[in-house]
């Protein structure tokens, strides 16, 4: 059996008197890739941002590694050093290079040393075909360049 990553359990959110998200339920297993389709207002951005804590559920758990991460007492930062999201308006530094967009976090958030860093960011920059680009400042690159840079 593999190893469940993340449980969403009867998870809903309303904000006010309008419910966005109504006894939300599924799983995550080690090596999944999941896709959440559903048309815009739906509360795909919601849910995710549940998850990553931007937003507190109004009922339901959230397991990470089988500890609910909803509840009190939950260290946010440490949380989201393994949990990542990527927003719709990814926000990129545009004053740094594609490289060193991908550096940042790493050594500010992961505390890895500059090397290690740089040495991830070039490997994942290969892997979506962004190698070439490296140098290149947000602006000289196309949105879903962007996109694939953050
Ligand atoms: N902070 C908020 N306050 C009030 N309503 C919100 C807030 N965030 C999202 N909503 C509402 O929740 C619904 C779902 O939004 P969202 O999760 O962004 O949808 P999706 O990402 O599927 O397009 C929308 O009707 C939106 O107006
Ligand atoms: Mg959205």
């Known amino acids: 059996m593999s190893e469940n990553i993340l449980e969403i359990r009867h998870l809903g959110k309303s904000f006010g008197t309008h419910e966005v998200l109504r006894d939300i339920d599924f799983t995550v297993k080690k090596g999944d890739v999941i896709s959440i389709i559903g048309a815009s207002g739906s509360g795909k951005s919601t849910l995710l941002r ?8 109004s009922s339901g758990q959230i397991l990470y590694h089988g500890t609910d991460v909803a509840g009190r007492g939950v260290n946010a930062p440490e949380y989201r050093s393994h949990v990542g999201m990527m ?7 545009n004053n740094m290079s594609v490289l060193k967009n991908c550096m940042v976090g790493q050594m500010k958030v992961l505390k890895r040393s500059k090397e290690e860093a740089r040495q991830q960011a070039l490997k994942y920059l290969e ?24």
């Open 87 to 93: 927003f719709q308006s990814f926000n990129l530094f």
């Open 127 to 150: 892997k979506v075909g962004m190698a070439p680009y490296i140098n290149a400042k947000p602006r000289q690159i196309s949105g879903g360049q962007k996109q694939r840079v953050a």
């Open 50 to 57: 549940c998850v990553n804590l931007l937003e507190t559920p």
